[in-house]
T-cell receptor, first 116, second 112 residues
């Protein structure tokens, strides 16, 4: 059973460009979470999605950031007009469908975004 | 908001026992997780406590006291490969069910 997959693992963007980060949850998981980890800081929640639904986006900046989890295909975290402060590791996690708040979240390897 | 505190760094020697503490202040507490994260890698699950008491799993144990807002992770027979960051995270009931609130992590260095 493949784990959570994220791509790309490393992404370099110039200021003003768009960044697209992809996450494929574990097989059978329908809950996806995105977290951001800045250097020397803890993981910060950004958004929680189920298939075709955004459940909680309270941790995501209102501007430039968006997320989706379509019926088919991976979840996408999109950052428009990137700035240097967006440089961070972005982790995706998934969990089984029936235990949103009480089960282990399985993390992907992360995408390290560098904005130059 | 949530206040989740854990020490920034700890050191120990191979074969020893180390206890990493985590205190939290949150409403609607629904459970506490411990994750291990090696540098440049994904966090991996270690334990999940919902009820008070000690949960033992091999060399690792986790304790929770809900009344005190306190947990610890106990690592026995330390090995070099245990050098990593240990993350404490809480989950809440209610509208934010599902999201994890993480502490900053405790960087553990195990010396030979």
């Amino acid at each position: 059973n493949a784990g959570v997959m994220q791509n790309p693992r490393h992404l370099v963007r110039r200021r003003g460009q768009e960044a697209r980060l992809r996450c494929s949850p574990m097989k059978g998981h329908s809950h996806v979470y995105w977290y951001r980890q800045l250097p020397e800081e803890g993981l910060k929640f950004m958004v929680y999605l189920q298939k075709e639904n955004i459940i909680d986006e309270s941790g995501m900046p209102k501007e430039r950031f968006s997320a989706e989890f379509p019926k088919e295909g991976p979840s996408i975290l999109r950052i428009q007009q990137v700035v240097r402060g967006d440089s961070a590791a972005y982790f995706c996690a998934s969990s089984p469908p029936t235990q949103a708040g009480g089960s282990e979240q399985y993390f992907g390897p992360g995408t390290r975004l560098t904005v130059t | 908001g949530q206040n989740i505190d854990q020490p920034t760094e700890m050191t120990a020697t191979e074969g020893a026992i180390v206890q990493i503490n985590c205190t939290y202040q949150t409403s609607g507490f629904n459970g506490l997780f411990w994750y291990q994260q090696h540098a440049g890698e994904a966090p991996t699950f270690l334990s999940y406590n919902v009820l008070d008491g000690l949960e033992e799993k091999g060399r690792f144990s986790s304790f929770l006291s809900r009344s005190k807002g306190y947990s610890y992770l106990l690592l026995k027979e330390l090995q070099m490969k245990d050098s990593a960051s240990y993350l404490c995270a809480v989950v809440r009931r209610g509208s934010t069910l599902g999201r994890l609130y993480f502490g900053r992590g405790t960087q553990l260095t195990v010396w030979p």
